[in-house]
């Protein structure tokens, strides 16, 4: 059974950095695409950052961009989250995802397995 865990969520000034990383418990991990998305109370779901099974391409939010950094370890089978320059308008419950075929990374909907979310809260 595919797992997803998240972690490193918390309470942070505004300004400040968290890392979340995401642990995925499965053999093949190297070839999906990863994501992280957020949502926040009454608001859809919203993509934030995925990085292709490899590693050597990169997508961000333009709400993030600059801010955000996603990265991978393939051999811990980890995906990570680098979050500066926080603002409160960050506050969410955070989402990280697998994708199979690297397509759509974007939407929610192209996603195969997800976590059950980290939350962070963003204080002004």
């Known amino acids: 059974q595919v797992q997803l865990v998240e972690s490193g969520g918390g309470l942070v000034q505004a300004g400040g950095s968290l890392r979340l990383s995401c642990v995925v418990s499965i053999r093949t991990f190297s070839t999906y695409a990863m994501g992280w998305f957020r949502q926040a109370p009454g608001i859809e779901r919203e993509f934030v950052a995925a990085i292709s099974w490899s590693g050597s391409s990169t997508y961000y939010a333009d709400s993030v961009k600059g801010r955000f950094t996603i990265s991978r370890d393939n051999a811990k089978n980890t995906v990570y989250l680098q979050m500066n320059s926080l603002k409160p308008e960050d506050t969410a419950v955070y989402y990280c995802?697998?994708?199979?075929?690297?397509?759509?990374?974007?939407?929610?909907?192209?996603?195969?397995?997800w976590g059950q979310g980290t939350q962070v809260t963003v204080s002004s």
């Open positions: 995802a697998a994708e199979a075929y690297g397509l759509g990374l974007g939407k929610a909907r192209s996603y195969n397995y």
